[in-house]
Each structure stands twice: as structure tokens, then as C-alpha cells.
């Protein structure tokens, strides 16, 4: 009897709140990803470095990866409903005036305050997931509401800087804090009332750090972040250098990567539920590694860079989302804990990339970021076997 209803009700469609908090994680996609978009203008208009105009990535990282647990304690008895209009709110409001700030030391910790909202959203929108839908479509509705960071590479991150390069940065942000609003009445509007995951206790908090499958799975997340935005976060700037990109070849380019990083995600959310979290997860690493390792060829031309791109794109947003449920299916009942973590893991990781990144492109080796990056991604895949053997033999 059981396993003959678990098909009908996999397939089932996924309530319509799930669509809001998609389209909130492509808004909060969209507005992290602004700054990489637009980096080279935001150097130009502010006269800064690239590496100093780095550090607005830096920066914002270093608050939603403490932030996101920090919040994750505060916010706990808050009905879902509220706690994820009110921080959409005000992602829009700090990023409008964002866009208004006339200089870098007015901008840095504008952008610092204005990401409050991912380390609240995204964990929390995540955790909710639990109790929105039965236990069969958790695995499948993580990843559809993850999409939102998929589609924000497909349309956010190309639009930010197809705007930055012809309006400038101001407006790619401007457009940013108009979703945020916009999303934040679609949220308010399908979210139900009284969702609320159970309270994180010290106990909770406790099991939570206690666990060496979970904290290693989290650890995974860091190093897979940390590889990638060791390169990613000066796309724009390496694709100028190297290439010799204009504005509307940099929007392609990200429209592409964001594309098969869509395509990636769409295709993990249909089969993640047979293959296994945890080999999904090595899979998108492994098709990133590979583009890590053939990232030279991309010197070559304009579409020898987009074919080296395709298995990052991939594995890119899938990865994170298998990540998610991966840690979710471990232990349902400590996913607002583990959720936050993870989202910790994954813009600490950013951080601490993007702070290496600028390090070395300081030094003048911007042509040796992917070398960097693809011993991270070695090291994070390795630590995922190594986590799914110890949770197999628990």
C-alpha cells in the first residue's frame, strides 16, 4: 500500500505558496549577484579598484554567513508568512538606497545592512518547505524553490550587467529594490498563515553542532563556495581582461551560464529523489571541477569560454541545492538549524573566495584564480564522500 501511493503523491503539483518563495529566492539571487554583474562599473563610477570593489562582496558574505544562524535563532517563533514579506521589504528598501549612495564609504555598509534579508530569506524560506508539503515531495520542492537562484542567474545577473553597462550600476540596483517589493506582495499574498518550524533551542542547536554528519555536510558547502567564488566573483573583470569582452558579450556570457545553471537545477529537482542527495551533490561538483580544469581553453576565444562554462553552469546552483535537501532529509526536525548553517557555509564560502580572489588579483594573478579554485572543489568533494560514508555507516 505504501509504496504504491508514493508515486501519485510525489507527482502531485506543489502548492502555490512554493512559486512566491521561488520567485522571492530569484529576487534575493538577483540582488547578491548584482555586484559581480556590475563590478567593473561600480570600480569606474566610485574610482576604486577592482579588488576594493570586491570587498562589497566580501563584506556582505562575511554578515548573511554569521547572520544566517544568528537570525535563524532570533526569528524562530515568527510566523512564516510575516517574517519573509518584512524581509523582502526590506531588501528593497536598504538596496534603493543602495543605489543612491554617492560613495564607496557610504555604499559598503548600506550593502552590509541591506543583506540581512538573504541570511533570513533563503534559510528560512528553505526550512518552511517541511511543512508546506508531505515528506515524499520535500526532496523535489527544496530544489523548486532553489530554482529562483537559477532563474536569478538566467535573467538577474545578465540584466544587472546588460543595465550597469549601459545605465550604470545605480540602476541594476534600483531594479533589484522594485522586485523585492513586487515580490514581497506575491509572498504575503500565497504564503499561509501559522507556519512556523519548531522553535531552535539550545538543545536543538546542540544535536545540530553534535552531529558529524550534519557539520560535515555543512563543511562541504564552504569549500564548494569558497572554490567557486575564488574566480566567479571577477567574471566580469577576467572576461574583460582576457577577452576583450564588450557590455552586451559580458550579458551573454552570464546568460548562458545562467541558463545551463537552470537547465542543472530543473534536472537535479526531477531526479533527486531517486539518485540520493549525496551523489547528486558529487555529480555537480565533478561537472564544476571540469571546468576548473579546462579553464585555460577558455583563453581561446569567446565560445571556447561559454563551451568550458557549460559544466560549471551546471553543477553551480544544483549543487547548493542538493546541498539543501540533503541536510533536510538527514534530519527534518533541525532544518531551520541546518538550513541556516548551510546558508552560512555557502556566503562564508563566497566571502572568503572573493576576499582570496582580490588578494591575488592585487599580485597580478588573475590568469591562476581557477588553479585555486579547483583544489577547493577537490578538497569539498572529497569531504562529501567522506560525510556520506559516516552517515551511511551511522
Same mark, same amino acid.
Given at each position: 500500500?505504501?509504496?504504491?501511493?508514493?508515486?501519485?503523491?510525489?507527482?502531485?503539483?506543489? *502548492?502555490?505558496?512554493?512559486?512566491?518563495?521561488?520567485?522571492?529566492?530569484?529576487?534575493?539571487?538577483?540582488?547578491?549577484?548584482?555586484?559581480?554583474?556590475?563590478?567593473?562599473?561600480?570600480?569606474?563610477?566610485?574610482?576604486?579598484?577592482?579588488?576594493?570593489?570586491?570587498?562589497?562582496?566580501?563584506?556582505?558574505?562575511?554578515?548573511?554567513?554569521?547572520?544566517?544562524?544568528?537570525?535563524?535563532?532570533?526569528?524562530?517563533?515568527?510566523?512564516?508568512?510575516?517574517?519573509?514579506?518584512?524581509?523582502?521589504?526590506?531588501?528593497?528598501?536598504?538596496?534603493?538606497?543602495?543605489?543612491?549612495?554617492?560613495?564607496?564609504?557610504?555604499?559598503?555598509?548600506?550593502?552590509?545592512?541591506?543583506?540581512?534579508?538573504?541570511?533570513?530569506?533563503?534559510?528560512?524560506?528553505?526550512?518552511?518547505?517541511?511543512?508546506?508539503?508531505?515528506?515524499?515531495?520535500?526532496?523535489?520542492?527544496?530544489?523548486?524553490?532553489?530554482?529562483?537562484?537559477?532563474?536569478?542567474?538566467?535573467?538577474?545577473?545578465?540584466?544587472?550587467?546588460?543595465?550597469?553597462?549601459?545605465?550604470?550600476?545605480?540602476?541594476?540596483?534600483?531594479?533589484?529594490?522594485?522586485?523585492?517589493?513586487?515580490?514581497?506582495?506575491?509572498?504575503?499574498?500565497?504564503?499561509?498563515?501559522?507556519?512556523?518550524?519548531?522553535?531552535?533551542?539550545?538543545?536543538?542547536?546542540?544535536?545540530?553542532?553534535?552531529?558529524?554528519?550534519?557539520?560535515?555536510?555543512?563543511?562541504?558547502?564552504?569549500?564548494?563556495?569558497?572554490?567557486?567564488?575564488?574566480?566567479?566573483?571577477?567574471?566580469?573583470?577576467?572576461?574583460?581582461?582576457?577577452?576583450?569582452?564588450?557590455?552586451?558579450?559580458?550579458?551573454?556570457?552570464?546568460?548562458?551560464?545562467?541558463?545551463?545553471?537552470?537547465?542543472?537545477?530543473?534536472?537535479?529537482?526531477?531526479?533527486?529523489?531517486?539518485?540520493?542527495? *549525496?551523489?547528486?551533490?558529487?555529480?555537480?561538483?565533478?561537472?564544476?571541477?571540469?571546468?576548473?580544469?579546462?579553464?585555460?581553453?577558455?583563453?581561446?576565444?569567446?565560445?571556447?569560454?561559454?563551451?568550458?562554462?557549460?559544466?560549471?553552469?551546471?553543477?553551480?546552483?544544483?549543487?547548493?541545492?542538493?546541498?539543501?535537501?540533503?541536510?533536510?532529509?538527514?534530519?527534518?526536525?533541525?532544518?531551520?538549524?541546518?538550513?541556516?548553517?548551510?546558508?552560512?557555509?555557502?556566503?562564508?564560502?563566497?566571502?572568503?573566495?572573493?576576499?582570496?580572489?582580490?588578494?591575488?588579483?592585487?599580485?597580478?594573478?588573475?590568469?591562476?584564480?581557477?588553479?585555486?579554485?579547483?583544489?577547493?572543489?577537490?578538497?569539498?568533494?572529497?569531504?562529501?564522500?567522506?560525510?556520506?560514508?559516516?552517515?551511511?555507516?551511522?
Amino acid at each position: 500500500m505504501h509504496t504504491s501511493t508514493l508515486p501519485s503523491v510525489a507527482s502531485t503539483p506543489l *502548492p502555490r505558496a512554493l512559486w512566491a518563495l521561488m520567485a522571492g529566492n530569484f529576487v534575493i539571487g538577483t540582488g547578491v549577484m548584482v555586484v559581480p554583474g556590475t563590478l567593473n562599473d561600480i570600480s569606474v563610477s566610485l574610482g576604486i579598484s577592482i579588488p576594493q570593489a570586491g570587498q562589497l562582496i566580501t563584506a556582505a558574505a562575511i554578515l548573511m554567513g554569521l547572520g544566517a544562524p544568528m537570525f535563524a535563532s532570533v526569528v524562530a517563533g515568527w510566523d512564516r508568512r510575516r517574517l519573509l514579506t518584512l524581509s523582502l521589504i526590506w531588501y528593497g528598501v536598504l538596496t534603493a538606497i543602495c543605489a543612491v549612495a554617492p560613495s564607496y564609504t557610504a555604499l559598503l555598509p548600506l550593502r552590509v545592512l541591506a543583506v540581512i534579508a538573504p541570511a533570513i530569506f533563503t534559510p528560512q524560506a528553505a526550512a518552511s518547505v517541511g511543512l508546506l508539503v508531505p515528506p515524499a515531495q520535500r526532496g523535489r520542492a527544496v530544489t523548486f524553490v532553489f530554482l529562483g537562484w537559477s532563474v536569478a542567474s538566467v535573467m538577474g545577473m545578465p540584466l544587472s550587467a546588460w543595465i550597469g553597462n549601459d545605465l550604470g550600476w545605480r540602476w541594476a540596483f534600483a531594479l533589484v529594490a522594485l522586485m523585492s517589493l513586487m515580490s514581497a506582495a506575491w509572498v504575503w499574498r500565497e504564503m499561509p498563515n501559522g507556519i512556523r518550524p519548531a522553535a531552535l533551542s539550545r538543545k536543538a542547536w546542540g544535536k545540530t553542532l553534535g552531529s558529524s554528519a550534519l557539520m560535515l555536510t555543512v563543511g562541504v558547502t564552504l569549500l564548494m563556495s569558497f572554490a567557486q567564488f575564488t574566480l566567479f566573483s571577477y567574471f566580469a573583470p577576467y572576461f574583460v581582461q582576457t577577452l576583450g569582452m564588450s557590455g552586451g558579450a559580458l550579458s551573454l556570457m552570464f546568460l548562458w551560464f545562467g541558463a545551463f545553471g537552470f537547465l542543472g537545477n530543473v534536472g537535479l529537482s526531477r531526479w533527486i529523489d531517486q539518485i540520493g542527495a *549525496p551523489r547528486a551533490a558529487l555529480w555537480m561538483m565533478s561537472a564544476m571541477a571540469i571546468s576548473l580544469l579546462l579553464w585555460p581553453l577558455g583563453r581561446l576565444g569567446f565560445w571556447q569560454q561559454a563551451l568550458v562554462l557549460v559544466p560549471w553552469a551546471i553543477g553551480c546552483f544544483a549543487a547548493n541545492s542538493a546541498q539543501q535537501a540533503r541536510l533536510v532529509n538527514l534530519s527534518p526536525d533541525l532544518a531551520s538549524a541546518t538550513i541556516s548553517l548551510n546558508t552560512s557555509a555557502m556566503y562564508g564560502g563566497q566571502g572568503l573566495g572573493a576576499a582570496l580572489g582580490g588578494v591575488l588579483i592585487a599580485q597580478g594573478q588573475m590568469l591562476r584564480l581557477h588553479e585555486v579554485g579547483l583544489v577547493m572543489m577537490g578538497l569539498a568533494m572529497a569531504l562529501s564522500v567522506w560525510a556520506a560514508r559516516r552517515t551511511m555507516r551511522a
